[in-house]
């Protein structure tokens, strides 16, 4: 269950480094900000797995919406010359965090659970 | 089944943030590979204004550079180098001097050696005229310039290489109050070159002189011309053997 993502994460970057592609020097804030709302989602579903209650679109949208909306904030703060693009990444390293906690536990009980049947 | 959307979801998610990953990876390598390094921007403002200061002493450098060349007029500094070397002829207020030997009949005991010109009074004359502020001046239609010279030839003066006789007419361009002032004065040229051999002299002041130019010729074999870059280099160098030369000799004095 662990390994998807990291087999996930090791495919984008064979894929990445096939393509030529590179982000413009402008978006490179941007960029930053969609990599972190896809760790907060990538996490965000593992701990929905856990807890048992994914759900494949509600995971999609949360995504596109996560990072959309970060990005449209930075957008803005750059804009008026307020450093919105800083709070944003602050809230989705907390809410990373929480997620690695929460993902945590559940490990720490399922495998004191798993050892106390055995 | 969750199972399997939840693959499908993480995955798809996974891959693009490692995509995307690489692609910030790259672009982050070549913002710090093609940029110049500066690590505050005031550093950067320093060094912009430098330039700056730079750019703009250059600036000053090429317009008066530019103002040289305008200013330059490669006619006008012919012209006055050629008036200097006496190749044109010339005309001007000055002065018109006879210079006769005497007249008087001589009596058995007196010397007629010391009643006639010299060519050193006529040297004297012309170096009077010169200190005088004469600009230009000719001796029974010689134009004097700076190679030539005076010398005696038995009853005749050589002045250059043109033998002259008696009367010697003296020519100059130039204030005609101070050039016969300066000839004029007590103790001066008159008073001591003139009076005690009884000569003839006569002295005129003329509004327009004409001086006919230098006929001879002016060929250059020994020297040559010193490139202006060089010329203060080597007068320090010629500055500096002749302190040598004059601290050895004094040396050689005192041994003696």
Redesign the interface.
């Known amino acids: 269950m662990l390994l998807i993502p990291l087999i996930g994460v090791g495919l984008g970057v064979g894929l990445g480094l096939l393509l030529p592609w590179e982000i413009p020097i402008t978006y490179k804030s941007y960029t930053a900000l969609a990599i972190l709302a896809a760790a907060d989602a990538i996490f965000g579903g593992m701990r929905a797995q856990l807890e048992e209650n994914f759900n494949f679109s509600r995971f999609m949208v949360s995504f596109f919406a996560n990072a959309m909306v970060a990005v449209a904030l930075a957008y803005f703060g750059n804009l008026i010359g307020i450093d919105i693009y800083m709070g944003v990444v602050v809230a989705f390293s907390i809410r990373l965090f929480n997620n690695l906690t929460l993902i945590r536990e559940f490990l720490i009980i399922r495998y004191r659970r798993h050892g106390s049947e055995k | 089944m969750?199972r399997r959307?939840?693959?499908?979801?993480?995955?798809?998610?996974?891959?693009?943030?490692?995509?995307?990953?690489?692609?910030?990876f790259?672009?982050?390598t070549?913002?710090k590979t093609y940029l110049p390094q500066f690590k505050t921007v005031s550093e950067l403002g320093i060094k912009w204004n430098r330039m700056q200061t730079d750019l703009n002493k250059k600036e000053e450098e090429l317009q008066k550079l530019r103002q040289q060349i305008q200013g330059y007029n490669r006619d006008a500094e012919l012209k006055s180098l050629r008036m200097a070397a006496g190749v044109t002829p010339l005309r001007g207020p000055g002065v018109e001097i006879i210079l006769t030997d005497a007249t008087r009949p001589l009596k058995s005991y007196e010397d007629p050696n010391l009643f006639i010109v010299h060519y050193d009074q006529l040297e004297l004359l012309v170096n009077e005229l010169w200190a005088a502020g004469a600009e230009a001046i000719a001796v029974n239609g010689v134009r004097l310039v700076a190679q030539t010279g005076f010398s005696c030839a038995g009853t005749t003066i050589l002045v250059g290489s043109k033998k002259l006789a008696p009367p010697y007419v003296i020519r100059a361009i130039g204030d005609p109050q101070t050039l016969k002032a300066a000839l004029t004065i007590p103790g001066g040229y008159i008073e001591s070159q003139i009076l005690p051999f009884e000569l003839g002299f006569k002295i005129k002041q003329e509004k327009s002189l004409y001086l006919p130019p230098y006929k001879g010729s002016s060929v250059f074999t020994y020297a040559e011309v010193v490139p202006e870059e060089n010329e203060e280099l080597i007068i320090e160098e010629e500055e500096l053997i002749s302190g040598e030369e004059e601290r050895t000799g004094a040396k050689e004095g005192e041994e003696l």
């Open positions: 969750p959307s939840w693959v499908v979801g993480v995955g798809l998610v996974s891959m693009l943030l490692g995509m995307l990953l690489v692609f910030q790259r672009t982050e070549n913002v």
